[in-house]
């Protein structure tokens, strides 16, 4: 049974950080690319980082860039993102996603991340 579970997520002031963490299970996770996506309600989901199998490649939306970043632990079967300099803006739900070509992809339950003083 496929599992990806995040947790992290929570209220913070303005300009400060937090990691989130998506704990995998079920499949083999060195094989997928990692992904972190948010959502606000009403919007479409926005993709936020990438990170390759391998972990040796990542990439970030421009909005987060500079302040996010996204890491893999392979023997833990777990992906983070460190998120600093929190803004307003970055309130949302992050999902964790796990993708292998050509169309093999799970999603997690997503967790509430909320910047405001």
């Known amino acids: 049974q496929v599992q990806l579970v995040e947790s992290g997520g929570d209220l913070v002031q303005p300009g400060g950080s937090l990691r989130l963490s998506c704990a995998a299970s079920?499949?083999?996770?060195?094989?997928?690319?990692m992904k972190w996506y948010r959502q606000a309600p009403g919007k479409e989901r926005e993709l936020v980082a990438t990170?390759?199998?391998?972990?040796?490649?990542?990439n970030y939306a421009d909005v987060v860039k500079g302040r996010f970043t996204i890491s893999r632990d392979n023997a833990q079967s777990t992906v983070y993102l460190q998120m600093n300099s929190l803004k307003p803006e970055d309130t949302d739900v992050y999902y964790c996603?796990?993708?292998?070509?050509?169309?093999?992809?799970?999603w997690g339950q997503g967790t509430q991340v909320t910047v405001s003083s």
């Open positions: 996603n796990a993708y292998r070509p050509p169309n093999y992809r799970y």
């Open positions: 079920g499949f083999v996770f060195s094989s997928y690319a």
């Open positions: 990170i390759t199998s391998s972990g040796g490649g990542t």
